[in-house]
């Protein structure tokens, strides 16, 4: 499947009562791709009616998918992909509403897509975090092994791309469309978190691959992060509320439950940055007591409840 025709590329955004940051967000990307699908999750009236002028003003390549309420990430997602894939699309780009993309970033994961073998299905941007003094790392699977227990973290250092990663993030990430077509859709069960690392892990699960791209770069803000030292040590804490430390963990432990005997790599890599996360609200963050109790019983439902329920299947619409 080429991807040298862009008619055939479609990004997909799901926005949340944004503001004009978001003007600057579509900008960057709205000119490097055929066609833009705005699914808006938005509850303030007045956030809906700045986002339909701005889709207006846009043209016909930007379509704008208004819910009314906020739906959850997932099923929003999901609505913006099934327009897409109705629409003929053979590459799916998402974006978060605050990511921004270089000049060069989706002609750049194009071209790399184009030299790559056709298991590669899923490519990642380099993530410039805004506010943020660190490399972009990618957690990966050493030679490719992913049924060991033995993961990597890498850097570009030494590379230009990246291979055998575990996961990307969802913002910046160049999807097949074929993919979607044959593993499913996201998994809107799991509401926002760990959304990307399932769906990744899915298809992994079916013999993909996922690489990273250095010249790629994607601009993204990734939560209300501050800076801490402690024995000479940088650490940053994320300072989610509690109700959302609530669905971190139930959802990445449902992911050790489901991927431990198949990515044991990653399941370990997780567990070991969810005792860093819990080190850093002991030490670092606000109401430490409401979000380790929060993520207690997160990981209870994640490892012993029910609820979950699997990925919707893509249908083309009537």
């Known amino acids: 499947m080429s991807v040298d025709n862009a008619n055939n590329l479609v990004a997909v955004t799901v926005t949340y009562n944004v503001d004009n940051r978001f003007e600057t967000a579509l900008g960057s990307y709205l000119n490097q791709v055929a066609r833009v699908i705005i699914v808006d999750n938005s509850s303030d009236p007045q956030r809906r009616e700045w986002l339909a002028a701005l889709a207006g003003s846009a043209g016909e390549r930007v ?11 997932g099923r929003a997602q999901n609505i913006g992909i099934r327009a897409a894939l109705d ?20 002609s750049t994961l194009v071209r790399t897509a184009h030299r790559q073998e056709a298991n590669v299905a899923i490519l990642a941007p380099r993530y410039d975090e805004q506010g943020v003094k660190r490399e972009a790392r990618y957690v990966t699977a050493p030679e490719g092994r992913y049924n060991t227990p033995r993961f990597a973290i890498r850097d570009f250092s030494k590379a230009s791309t990246l291979s055998h990663l575990y996961m990307a993030i969802s913002s910046g990430s160049l999807i097949r469309a074929s993919l979607f077509r044959e593993i499913g859709l996201i998994r809107e069960s799991f509401t926002i978190d760990y959304l990307d690392v399932d769906f990744c892990l899915r298809a992994l699960r079916r013999g993909y691959r996922i690489i990273a791209v250095d010249d790629a770069v994607l601009y993204h803000q990734l939560g209300a992060q501050t800076e801490h030292r402690f024995f000479g040590r940088r650490f940053w804490a994320w300072n989610h509320p509690a ?19 198949t990515f044991p790599g990653f399941v370990f890599y997780d567990i070991l940055a969810s005792l860093h996360d819990l080190f850093r609200i002991l030490m670092f963050e606000q109401s430490k007591t409401a979000k380790l109790w929060a993520a207690a019983k997160g990981m209870g439902v994640g490892l012993l409840g029910g609820g979950l329920s699997g990925y919707p299947v893509y249908s083309h619409s009537a």
Request: aromatic share 10%; hydrophobic share 40%.
């Open 63 to 73: 379509s704008l998918i208004q819910n009314g309420q906020n739906l959850g990430l």
């Open 87 to 106: 629409s003929g699309a053979e590459w799916l780009l998402m974006m978060d509403d605050d990511s921004r993309a270089a000049p060069d970033m989706v």
């Open 243 to 261: 109700s959302r430390r609530y669905t971190i963990y139930r959802n990445r432990t449902r992911i050790w439950r489901e991927n431990l005997f």
